[in-house]
């Protein structure tokens, strides 16, 4: 048995260290029970020799009495004192054999195992108890609040000693272990230079509270820029502080627990990732590293490996920010694979799609298998907001261009939830390049191709999305006609079966002045409102120039009963005829028709995303998203910064709107997208009461789930984070449903607040 442990690696205290350690201590232990079996076997053996030896000599005394019997013949008497002499001697060799184990084997093995071991065994102890000692007093060190002199400076002064002592028995313990060997006596000689080196290194530079001096070094053998212990805030409702090992490979933030165990990934890519210092936490030496998708808490052991490790994820972001063209593109790949070998192991668990499962679904999109921007062949990167990919070049443009113009996500590196997938797959580099290039052959304007300059592939971009230079403008006419046919397509999907969950009596129309409701059919000179037998409302422009159009709706109404039930908060789907055509309003009754490529276009011709309908209880493209029943039209509007918490006129959020109507999928987005379920409307109902009042259990269970998360998070600080993995399990749950098998939610009835 031999051992090698780098002094470094000792003062470290790495789970390489502890793997090694673990590892010999396992021999040792091996060995010790071996030989122990060995000195039983020896015993046993001679113990069994000598009753041989004895048993022989009673037969060689018993074969001379017989050659004394037969002396009147010579010849048995000769071959029996021979036969005896030559029994005896090898009675003797037998004698010498088992003294020699007696002394050389057993003795000697048993003062091994009761004197060497029983030393090995001491030193472990002494060991183990030194480590949990340094144990506590790092978690002391780190617990000590800034605000408290006193126990900071105890702390720190019970850490220095500790970790003194330590580094002294760590080596005096793998001197231990070097003794086993033939060469101890070498190996002894170097640990006394060791424990030399130590007392000098203390003499030279403090050690209260840096375990070793850590250095950025990119080209590690290894891989391995930077390693070293951190604390780490734990991502459960309890926001515990757990040490753990971690490391910057691969262009990422990674860590483990032990050598043995998988690799953690925090952050999957440090180019799409901040640092940043946090002073307002009340233990000392903070800081957070913050990704596209979540943050991460860490805490230094001291304000100088805090600093050390701040520059060394700001060295690597800079590192691989300045890689280009085809090595930026190596990168990436190199990292997706290192990315698909980490086990995220200890991570809540996620049902997103990652890596190749994304890419394959979004690249099967025609026109997605090239960057819709340049035309690069096999992009890896999206804008999700827009719904196209981009090659790697592009997408630092975009990024460039700020979140309000375009988002990015890798299609390998990132987590894809289920809606934002089925967003990808519904818009396309074909759609959005009919909207956004539509008069660029007009304008004369060169598309970029890949390998173009970056600053022309720029500027390109930033009239396309920014100035909009290529968008064509539609006519008051074209803008009418597609009001007016998004409006009579969401009608066609109200009334099918298949668009909403079962259905409720149907709701009593508002009335305006001057209508009644006598007959089967009434319409309102004024508002242009058609009253179905079914209780809605149609939409239809009454206006000279659509008459025929009026007509033919009426025609296709059913007759309306005369007696109407109660009425519904939820289904009034009105059409007026505005006092003007806008983009605002064609993202209105986009979103109701569940059409994005008219969605995306309105908002390329400059529709605010947040426009409010004032002749239709201000209502918004969000709200009537929701009343149109799609989850991934509500996840586009959310993705271009629609507001979530926005009330139309009866005090009522997307929120409300979704509980009412039972879209359990929706609730389930709102609530992840930070919509106040405590917001009231006039009737001072919440989302929470109208689902108890509806019995919507699973609605229920969502808005109570959210609220209790939300109360351990604010228990927690205004620096909490979200994570609680219960709450995340559930909530991915209905998401990975509403979006796979919407089906299994539709088990519930709209809100009716008349019901018994």
């Known amino acids: 048995m031999k051992i090698t442990v780098d002094f470094e690696e000792c003062l470290k205290d790495s789970p390489r260290f502890r793997a090694t350690i673990e590892e010999v201590e396992g021999d040792v232990c091996e060995l010790e029970s071996k030989l122990d079996k060995l000195v039983k076997l020896c015993i046993g053996m001679i113990d069994a020799g000598k ?83 340094k144990d506590a007093a790092l978690i002391k060190n780190a617990q000590a609040p800034r605000n408290k002199q006193h126990e900071v400076e105890e702390a720190t002064n019970i850490l220095t000693a500790t970790r003194k002592c330590f580094r002294h028995i760590v080596l005096d313990y793998v001197l231990q272990l070097d003794q086993l060997v033939v060469d101890a006596a070498k190996e002894k000689r170097d640990m006394e230079q060791k424990h030399s080196t130590i007392q000098q290194k203390a003499a030279l530079q403090d050690f209260s509270n840096d375990d070793t001096k850590l250095e950025y070094n990119v080209d590690a053998d290894n891989g391995i820029a930077m390693e070293g212990y951190l604390f780490k805030r734990a991502s459960n409702a309890f926001k515990t502080w757990n040490r753990r090992w971690f490391s910057i490979q691969n262009n990422q933030l990674v860590y483990q627990k032990k050598l043995k165990d998988n690799l953690t990934v925090v952050v999957e890519d440090l180019r799409l990732c901040t640092v940043k210092h946090c002073e307002d936490l009340e233990r000392r030496f903070c800081f957070e590293v913050v990704s596209p998708t979540k943050s991460c808490m860490m805490q230094a052991d001291s304000e100088k490996l805090r600093q050390a490790w701040i520059k060394a994820v700001q060295n690597s972001i800079a590192t691989a920010f300045r890689d280009k ?100 797959c519904e818009l396309g580099n074909g759609v959005i390049n009919q909207i956004y290039e539509a008069r660029r052959e007009e304008l004369g304007a060169r598309k970029p191709q890949p390998g173009d300059p970056r600053h022309e592939v720029e500027a390109y971009i930033k009239a396309k999305y920014v100035d909009r230079r290529f ?48 007959g089967q059919s009434v319409k309102s000179a004024d508002s ?96 009537m998203a929701v009343r149109g029943g799609s989850l991934v039209t509500c996840e586009f509007l959310l993705q271009n910064a629609a507001n979530v918490n926005q009330q139309d006129a009866q005090g009522r959020g997307p929120l409300h709107h979704a509980t009412m ?96």
Not at 483 to 509: A, D, G, I, M
């Open 51 to 133: 009753a041989y030896n004895a048993a022989n000599k009673q037969f060689v005394n018993g074969i001379r009495e017989l050659a004394l019997q037969s002396t009147k013949d010579e010849v048995i008497e000769s071959s029996l004192s021979k036969f005896a002499e030559s029994l005896q001697e090898m009675i003797n060799y037998h004698t010498i054999l088992f003294d020699q184990a007696q002394r050389s084997i057993k003795t000697q093995l048993q003062t091994f195992v009761k004197d060497d071991l029983r030393k090995f065994k001491e030193a472990k102890k002494q060991f183990d108890k030194v480590s949990e000692e």
């Open 325 to 424: 063209g085809d090595d930026a593109e190596k990168l990436e790949r190199k990292s997706s694979t290192s990315t698909g070998s980490l086990d995220s192991g200890g991570e809540p668990k996620e049902r997103s799609l990652k890596g190749e499962s994304a890419l394959q679904k979004v690249i099967a999109i025609p026109g997605n298998a090239c960057c819709c921007d340049c035309g690069q062949p096999d992009p890896r990167w999206a804008s999700i907001n827009l719904g196209i990919t981009l090659c790697i070049q592009c997408s630092g443009i975009h990024r460039s261009l700020g979140v309000h113009f375009s988002k990015v996500r890798s299609l390998t590196l990132d987590s894809w939830e289920p809606e934002l997938l089925k967003l990808m």
């Open 528 to 623: 242009g409102i058609q009253h179905s037998a079914d209780g809605s409302r149609e939409m239809l422009v009454t206006t000279p120039s659509n008459s025929s159009l009026a007509e033919a709706d009426i025609a296709e109404t059913p007759p309306m009963p005369t007696t109407l039930p109660p009425p519904s908060p939820c289904k009034e789907m009105v059409f007026y005829e505005p006092k003007e055509y806008s983009s605002g309003l064609q993202l209105y009754w986009a979103s109701c028709a569940r059409s994005l490529p008219d969605m995306a276009e309105a908002l390329a011709h400059g529709a605010q995303v947040n426009w409010v309908n004032t002749e239709d209880d201000k209502r918004t493209p969000l709200i």
């Open 661 to 756: 109507l039972g879209r359990t999928g929706q609730v389930c987005l709102f609530l992840k997208r930070g919509a106040n379920q405590n917001a009231a409307d006039i009737e001072e109902k919440t989302p929470l009461a109208i689902a108890v009042e509806a019995a919507n259990a699973d609605i229920v269970t969502l808005l109570r789930l959210a609220k209790m998360n939300e109360e351990m998070r604010e228990a927690e600080g205004p620096y909490s984070q979200s994570g609680d993995e219960t709450y995340q399990d559930i909530f991915q749950d209905f998401t990975h449903m509403a979006s796979n098998d919407p089906d299994k939610l539709n088990r519930y009835k709209q809100y009716d607040p008349q019901r018994p």
């Open 471 to 518: 968008v064509r403008r539609p006519s008051d006419e074209e803008l009418r006609s597609k009001v007016v046919s998004l409006s009579k397509q969401e009608k066609r999907l109200s009334n099918s079966s298949e668009h909403l969950p079962p259905r409720p009596p149907p709701p009593t129309p508002k009335l305006r002045p001057g209508s009644n409701t006598s």
